[in-house]
């Protein structure tokens, strides 16, 4: 469960992060209206969702639970975004996490961090040795 808090913290914290800024002072804008929204969620804690902004912008995710019942469970999530930058051009970002981490491409996002991302969620977890202490001399 605790994994499954941390994937989703990161999922939330890089899709905060890779919004883009608005350095200049804006005046207040108008909410943007949802022409089309769907969610389920499982027992299992499975679940999808989408929607769909007036202005164009789009997200959808999907979750599906892994190793289920046992103490490696975790969400396998799968995901897109996409919004429009000031000079009107449409910034789409994909991006999956699991329990090896979280992996963004597209967009906004740097092609080194998403290498550096996918890199690091490949590599093979090694396994925890409990090694004896050395005897005291």
Same mark, same amino acid.
Not at 70 to 77: A, F, H, K, P, W
Not at 94 to 121: C, M, N, R, W
């Given at each position: ?13 890089? @899709?905060?992060?890779?919004?883009? @800024?608005? *350095?200049?002072?804006s005046?207040t804008?108008?909410p ?6 769907s *969610? $389920?969620? *499982?027992?299992?804690?499975s &679940?999808?969702?989408? &929607?769909?902004? $007036? ?11 892994r190793?289920?019942?046992t103490?490696? $469970? =975790?969400?396998?999530?799968s995901?897109? =975004? ?6 009107g051009q449409e910034?789409? !970002?994909? &991006?999956?996490?699991?329990d *090896?981490?979280?992996?963004?491409e597209g967009g ?7 290498l550096?991302a996918?890199? !690091?969620?490949?590599? @093979? ?5 409990? =090694?004896?202490?050395p005897?005291?001399?």
């Amino acid at each position: 469960m605790f994994k499954i808090l941390i994937v989703a913290l990161a999922l939330c914290t890089a @899709v905060v992060l890779s919004a883009p @800024v608005d *350095h200049v002072t804006s005046t207040t804008q108008p909410p943007v209206a949802i022409l089309e929204s769907s *969610h $389920e969620k *499982h027992e299992d804690g499975s &679940y999808n969702f989408s &929607y769909l902004g $007036e202005d164009g912008t789009h997200r959808m995710e999907e979750a599906v639970v892994r190793n289920q019942g046992t103490e490696n $469970e =975790y969400l396998e999530i799968s995901g897109s =975004y996409s919004y429009f930058d000031a000079n009107g051009q449409e910034v789409t !970002v994909t &991006y999956k996490a699991d329990d *090896h981490g979280f992996v963004p491409e597209g967009g906004a996002i740097l092609p080194q961090i998403s290498l550096a991302a996918k890199q !690091v969620s490949e590599q @093979v977890p090694q396994p925890d040795l409990d =090694y004896a202490k050395p005897p005291k001399v």
